[in-house]
């Protein structure tokens, strides 16, 4: 059973950084699409950043120049560096692994982050 697994989630104010985690337990990890995503109250879940196996990066405009996504193959676990928070940053985040064309079919259970105006 593939597991995804955040961490790092947290308080911080505005202006602040913070950076997440997402372990997995399969050795998927090394030929599937990764991501991040993340849902605001009240909202529907949005794309934050993608990576692939060979390292191509994506990111939502919102976040791009802020936010910087990464893999370590030998850990199997992927990061988002967040730096220049804003409120608007507030949400849950989850990651996911899976297909870029057709979805990714594994999930974390999520982790907070509150950013503080």
């Known amino acids: 059973q593939v597991q995804l697994v955040e961490s790092g989630g947290g308080f911080v104010q505005a202006g602040g950084s913070l950076g997440l985690s997402c372990a997995a337990s399969?050795?998927?990890?090394?030929?599937?699409?990764m991501g991040w995503y993340r849902q605001a109250p009240g909202k529907q879940r949005e794309l934050v950043a993608t990576?692939?196996?060979?390292?191509?990066?994506n990111y939502a405009g919102s976040v791009k120049g802020r936010f910087t996504i990464s893999r370590d193959y030998a850990k199997n676990t992927m990061y988002l560096q967040m730096n220049s928070l804003k409120a608007e940053d507030t949400a849950v985040y989850y990651c996911?692994?899976?297909?870029?064309?057709?979805?990714?079919?594994?999930w974390g259970q999520g982790t907070q982050v509150t950013v503080s105006s």
């Open positions: 399969t050795t998927m990890f090394v030929i599937n699409d």
């Open positions: 996911g692994l899976g297909s870029l064309g057709s979805g990714f079919r594994y």
């Open positions: 990576i692939t196996p060979g390292g191509n990066t």
